[in-house]
C-alpha cells in the first residue's frame, strides 16, 4: 500500500470495502488517474468481510434490475483485467415458495428476467427436488432457476478490486481514519487524519457503510440508515453440500443457503430485524462479532429445518452475527449529497453490498466524472430523503423492517407499518373517522382508501383484487358521474422568489414561464442528455414569484435539482412551504356547482378557465383555486393556509350533500390517472426518458427566445419519428389486473415493459402505458397494424394500444 499520504487529490474515496474498493477500480478504468482511497482499518475489515457473498441479477423492477444485473458480467472480467481469482462461480439461485402467492411473484421475476435476456426457468416442485435433493418438497409449491446467478469471496474479491485500481494508478492508504472533514470556500475538501496528516480534494466519496451517517453528517449531508445485527451460522460438513449446489433462497421461510466448502452457510432476512444503535457496536469497530442471538435466530433455523430436514440432525461450526445498515425504503443512498457539490454518497446498501456494487459503482463513476449520471437512479438517489428520516428513532424502528423487507412479500402497494404516523394533515383526525385506511409517502399519513360503514379499513393485499378494489371502484365512479374530494395536502409546494425568479425557470424549463400571474404551467426540467429531471406544475403569483407543485416523494430532490442550478449572481430564493398549506382535491362533472355554491367568485368556464388560478372567498378564508386535474375530469385544487382548512373541509363536506359529495383516496387517484393515461414521475417518467418519447412534446417549446437547459439534447428527436416511444394499453380480457412492469409483446416480440398499470373500473379493464421500442420507429400505423400482448408472471393477454388514451382520448372533459 501507498506510504506517504499526499496534500491533495483530485478524488478521495473513504472506506475500503466492497463499495469504496469498487469506486475506485470504475474511476480509474474509466481514465481517472489522480485517485486516492482511505481506509481506517484494513480493506474489508467494517462489514464487507464478513458478507455471505451472494450474486443475483434480478431485482422487483426494470430500473432496479438494469444496475444491479451487471454484476454476472463483471465479476469474470474482473479477474481477467487483473489475474486475481475472486471466487466467484455461477452455481444458479434457486427460489422457491411455499405457497402460490409467492409462486406468482417469482413467475412475475421471471418475466422480468427476459427484458434482460437473464435465463430464469419456472420449475416444478418435482424439479426443484431434483435440483436440491435434501429439501422437503412436501413444503415447497413451485419454483425459479437462475443458472447465471452465484457466490463469490468477498475478501478476495475486494482484493482483486484494489488490485485493478491501483494497477491504473489509484492510491491506497490502510490504518488511516480520517478524523474531521470540512469544506472549503474554494468548493474542495479537507480531511484530516487521527494521523495528523492533511489531504484536500476535489470531490470526495464517502463510501463508510454503516458509518456514513455520522461520518457525512460532519458536512451537513443527511445519509438515512440504521444498523440491525445480521446473523448466519456456518453447519458441519453435509455430505449433499457440493460446489455445484445452487444457493437456495427459501424467502417464505427467511432464510438463504449456499455452500461453504463442504458445510452450509444459512442465513436469514427475517420479519423483524433486530436494531442496532452505533453507540452499542464494540470500542474496537473491525471485524466486529456480535454475540450469538438464538433466541432471535430460533425462527428462521427452525423454518429451515422445515426446508431441509437434515439440518436437525447436524453440529453447528459457526455462528456469525455482523451489523449492516439499512434504509428506510431498502434502497441504497447514491449520489450527490444535496447542498454539497461535488461530495459524493454510496452507502446504505441493505446487505447486498457485492450484488450491486458493480452496478452502482460504474453509474456513480460517471456521475462523479461528467457531473449527471447516465441511467436512472431514481430509487438510489440520496437526494430523496427528507431532512426527518436522519432522526435516531424513526431510522431505530424503520430498520427491523427494513431488514424482513428484504425477503417480505413485494405485495403491490404495500405500506411500512414502523415509524408511523410522523407527518398528519390538519384534516387527519377527520379523514379516519370517515373510515379513511391510510398509507405512508415520505412519512405523510396519507388516505389512500375510504371503508364504509361496518367495513374495517385494514389493508389485505393481493397481485389479483386486494380488498379495497369495491370501495375504490365506487370512489372511482363518483369521480367520473359526480364530485369527489381528495385531502391531497402531502404535494409539495416550493415558493420560488426573488428579481431573477422569472429568468432562472425560464431557463431552467421546456416551458414558456413568462405567463400572465395566475396562469398555471405543466412542464419539466431536463439534464443535459434531454432527459426528464423535474415534473412540476407552476403558478405565477407575480412578477418574481411562483409556487411549483411536486409530487410528495420528489419534493426534496426536485428542490435540490433547483438549487444546485441557481447561480451564484443570480437573486432567487427557494422555500418550502409545504407544511404551511392544505390542499384539497376536487373532482368531477358536478365540482363547479359545489364549489359556486359556496364562493361568490364567478367560477363560470369563461371567468374561470382551464390551468388558471385565483384567489376566492369560502368560508371566512382567501382560498387559492387552482383550475386543474390529474384525473381528466373537471376539477379544482383549493389551496388553504393549514389554519383555515378544518373548517373549509367542514363547510364543503355540509355543502356537498346534495351533491353526493364522496371522499376518495390515492388509490382512486391512481386508478383514475391511469384510465386518462396522465404519465406519473419515477414510474412512467426518468432522467432517461425525454419529454418527446413520454408523449409530452406539446409542452416544449423548442423556439423558447434563449432556449432551455436540454434543449441541444432534444433537436434529434423535435419533429422526428422516434424509436422509443410511449403508447398506452387495455387488455381484452376483463379479468387480470396489472401494475407495473409487466412486458409488452408486439406480434410476440418483447418490445418494453409497462411502467404503469391498474385496473380501469370505468373501462372494464385493466390500462397500463409504457415504452414500446422499434428500430424504424413506434409510429400510428405501426401501432395500428400490429398485434400486442401484455405478460403477466410468464402468462400472455391480448391488448389493444393506442397513442391516446381509452379515456376521453380528445380530453374535452378538463375543459367543460
Same mark, same amino acid.
Given at each position: ?10 478524488? $478521495?474515496?473513504?472506506? !475500503? ?25 484494513? @480493506? ?57 402467492? %409467492? ?115 460532519? @458536512? ?44 452450509? *452457510?444459512?442465513? #436469514?432476512?427475517?420479519?423483524? /430485524? ?50 449492516? #445498515? ?8 447514491? !449520489? ?12 446504505? *446498501? ?11 459503482? %460504474? ?55 414502523? &415509524? %408511523? ?8 383526525? %377527520? *379523514?379516519?373517522?370517515? /373510515? ?19 367495513? +374495517? ?114 437573486? $432567487? ?14 373532482? !368531477?362533472?358536478? #365540482?363547479?356547482?359545489?364549489?359556486? &355554491? ?5 367560477? #363560470? ?66 386508478? *383514475? ?90 373501462? !372494464? &379493464?385493466? $390500462? ?26 410468464? +402468462? ?21
Amino acid at each position: 500500500m501507498s506510504k506517504e499520504l499526499p496534500g491533495h487529490a483530485r478524488i $478521495v474515496i473513504v472506506g !475500503g470495502g466492497v463499495v469504496g474498493s469498487s469506486i475506485a477500480y470504475q474511476l480509474t478504468k474509466a481514465g481517472e488517474k489522480d485517485v486516492v482511497l482511505l481506509e481506517r482499518g484494513v @480493506l474489508s475489515c467494517g462489514t464487507s468481510w464478513h458478507a455471505a457473498g451472494l450474486i443475483m441479477q434480478l431485482r422487483g423492477g426494470h430500473a432496479t434490475t438494469d444496475v444491479a444485473k451487471y454484476n454476472a458480467e463483471f465479476y469474470p472480467e474482473l479477474e481477467r483485467d487483473t489475474g486475481m481469482a475472486t471466487g466467484f462461480k455461477q452455481n444458479g439461485t434457486l427460489a422457491i415458495g411455499r405457497n402460490m402467492d %409467492r409462486v406468482h411473484e417469482m413467475k412475475r421475476r421471471a418475466s422480468l428476467a427476459k427484458s434482460f435476456n437473464i435465463e430464469a426457468h419456472v420449475i416444478s416442485t418435482s424439479e426443484v427436488k431434483d435440483m436440491y435433493p435434501a429439501l422437503d418438497e412436501n413444503q415447497v409449491a413451485g419454483g425459479v432457476f437462475i443458472p447465471g446467478d452465484g457466490q463469490l469471496s468477498p475478501v478476495d474479491t475486494i482484493n482483486a478490486l484494489i488490485g485493478g485500481a491501483k494497477k491504473r494508478g489509484c492510491r491506497v492508504f490502510e490504518r488511516t481514519p480520517v478524523d474531521t472533514m470540512k469544506r472549503l470556500p474554494s468548493g474542495e475538501y479537507q480531511l484530516d487524519t487521527a494521523n495528523g496528516e492533511t489531504i484536500t480534494c476535489e470531490k470526495l466519496v464517502l463510501a463508510c457503510g454503516l458509518w456514513t451517517r455520522d461520518f457525512a453528517a460532519q @458536512l451537513g449531508a443527511r445519509v438515512p440508515l440504521h444498523a440491525c445485527e445480521h446473523m448466519y451460522v456456518v453447519t458441519e460438513d453435509m455430505d449433499f453440500v457440493v460446489p455445484t449446489l445452487p444457493v437456495l433462497r427459501d424467502t417464505d421461510g427467511y432464510t438463504y443457503m449456499k455452500e461453504e466448502a463442504g458445510k452450509l *452457510l444459512i442465513g #436469514s432476512f427475517e420479519p423483524r /430485524g433486530k436494531p442496532l444503535p452505533q453507540e452499542n457496536l464494540p470500542s474496537e469497530q473491525q471485524f466486529i462479532e456480535m454475540q450469538e442471538d438464538w433466541d432471535h435466530f430460533e425462527l428462521p433455523y427452525t423454518k429451515a429445518m422445515e426446508m431441509v430436514p437434515e439440518l436437525g440432525h447436524i453440529g453447528i461450526h459457526k455462528f456469525m452475527n455482523g451489523p449492516e #445498515s439499512f434504509t428506510p425504503d431498502d434502497l441504497p443512498c447514491l !449520489g450527490e449529497a444535496p447542498g454539497l457539490r461535488n461530495c459524493y454518497i454510496a452507502a446504505g *446498501l441493505n446487505s447486498e453490498g457485492f450484488e450491486i456494487s458493480p452496478g452502482i459503482s %460504474r453509474a456513480l463513476s460517471h456521475w462523479i466524472l461528467n457531473g449527471e449520471p447516465d441511467m436512472d437512479l431514481l430509487d438510489y438517489d440520496v437526494a430523496r430523503f427528507h431532512p426527518f428520516q436522519i432522526n435516531k428513532k424513526y431510522l431505530y424502528d424503520r430498520c427491523s423492517e427494513s431488514l424482513g423487507g428484504i425477503f417480505e412479500m413485494p405485495w403491490p402497494n404495500k405500506e411500512h407499518e414502523t &415509524s %408511523r404516523p410522523v407527518r398528519k394533515s390538519h384534516l387527519h383526525d %377527520r *379523514l379516519a373517522a370517515s /373510515g379513511a385506511c391510510f398509507g405512508e409517502t415520505v412519512g405523510w399519513e396519507r388516505p389512500m382508501w375510504f371503508a364504509p360503514k361496518g367495513v +374495517e379499513p385494514k389493508n389485505d393485499y393481493s397481485f389479483f383484487k386486494p380488498n379495497w378494489y369495491e370501495h375504490t371502484a365506487a370512489e372511482c365512479r363518483a369521480a367520473r358521474e359526480g364530485v369527489v374530494i381528495m385531502d391531497i395536502s402531502s404535494f409539495g409546494k416550493t415558493m420560488v422568489q426573488g428579481r431573477d425568479a422569472c429568468e432562472f425557470l425560464q431557463w431552467m424549463c421546456v416551458s414558456n414561464i413568462d405567463v400572465p400571474v395566475g396562469k398555471l404551467i405543466y412542464t419539466h426540467m431536463l439534464n443535459s442528455m434531454g432527459g426528464i429531471e423535474v415534473d412540476i406544475t407552476i403558478d405565477r403569483r407575480a412578477s418574481d414569484c411562483y409556487i411549483i407543485y411536486s409530487s410528495a416523494g420528489v419534493h426534496q430532490r426536485d428542490m435540490n435539482w433547483m438549487a444546485m442550478h441557481i447561480k451564484p449572481d443570480q437573486h $432567487v430564493t427557494l422555500t418550502d412551504i409545504t407544511a404551511g398549506y392544505a390542499c384539497l382535491n376536487i373532482q !368531477g362533472p358536478k #365540482s363547479r356547482e359545489l364549489l359556486q &355554491s359556496i364562493t361568490s367568485a364567478d367560477m #363560470s368556464n369563461e371567468a374561470f378557465p382551464f390551468l388558471t388560478a385565483q384567489e376566492i372567498d369560502m368560508g371566512y378564508a382567501r382560498v387559492l383555486a387552482k383550475r386543474q386535474t390529474f384525473i381528466g375530469e373537471l376539477g379544482y385544487e383549493l389551496q388553504v393556509s393549514s389554519e383555515f382548512v378544518q373548517d373549509i373541509y367542514d363547510i364543503i363536506m355540509e355543502a356537498g350533500k346534495p351533491f353526493g359529495l364522496v371522499q376518495a383516496g390515492y388509490h382512486a387517484l391512481e386508478h *383514475l390517472r391511469c384510465e386518462r393515461a396522465y404519465r406519473e414521475y419515477v414510474l412512467d417518467m426518468a432522467p432517461d426518458d425525454t419529454p418527446f418519447e413520454a408523449g409530452l412534446g406539446f409542452i416544449v417549446k423548442m423556439d423558447k427566445p434563449g432556449g432551455f437547459y436540454g434543449r441541444e439534447a432534444l433537436v434529434p428527436q423535435h419533429k422526428q419519428v422516434l424509436s422509443r416511444k410511449m403508447v398506452n394499453f387495455k387488455l381484452v380480457d376483463p379479468e387480470p389486473v396489472l401494475f407495473h412492469d409487466e412486458l409488452i409483446r408486439m406480434n410476440g416480440k418483447i418490445v418494453g415493459y409497462l411502467s404503469s398499470g391498474a385496473y380501469g373500473f370505468n373501462l !372494464g &379493464s385493466s $390500462v397500463g402505458m409504457g415504452y414500446v421500442r422499434h428500430p424504424e420507429g413506434v409510429t400510428t400505423e405501426l401501432i395500428n397494424n400490429a398485434t400486442f400482448e401484455i405478460e403477466i408472471a410468464c +402468462e400472455t393477454f391480448a391488448a389493444e394500444a393506442s397513442f391516446k388514451p381509452f379515456y376521453d382520448p380528445a380530453g374535452v372533459r378538463v375543459k367543460m
